[in-house]
């Protein structure tokens, strides 16, 4: 997963929001996570998107483009391309600039591989 910022306090002074890109390679997953007291907004541009979600990730939606997703905080979830050949193309935006994201204990529906976040704070992910 590639994360760009376009919109966070180190390139415009923003206080309580980050706002950016993000590539997902095609079949990627991540483990259980929610991002703490923060609030989430995906839209996606490219390609079909796949959330779970709840306390035992029992729902699912898919997404594509021009559509939006809302992540309420500490609501455990799980993202996915559920494309196995696009790389699914997101701008992302969060109710803070830090970087939150708790990973929980929960047994994913949908096993995650290895997950590299790549932007400047983590460059080799």
């Not at 990627?28 to 306390?55: C, D, F, Q």
């Not at 696009?86 to 701008?91: D, G, N, S």
């Not at 990973?103 to 704070?121: F, G, Q, S, Y």
Request: net charge negative; charged share 20%.
């Amino acid at each position: 997963m590639d994360r760009k910022a376009a919109i966070n306090f180190a390139r415009v002074g923003a206080q309580k929001l980050w706002a950016g890109t993000v590539h997902i390679h095609p079949d990627a997953k991540t483990g259980a996570h929610h991002h703490g007291p923060l609030e989430s907004v995906i839209y996606v541009v490219k390609g079909n998107a796949r959330m779970r979600w709840g306390n035992a990730l029992e729902f699912t939606a898919e997404a594509g483009p021009g559509d939006f997703i809302y992540v309420p905080p500490f609501v455990p979830h799980q993202e996915i391309n559920a494309s196995p050949t696009e790389t699914l193309e997101c701008v992302l935006v969060r109710s803070d600039g830090q970087a939150v994201a708790v990973n929980l204990d929960i047994e994913p529906v949908e096993k995650p591989e290895a997950v590299r976040w790549i932007d400047p704070t983590h460059p080799e992910g």
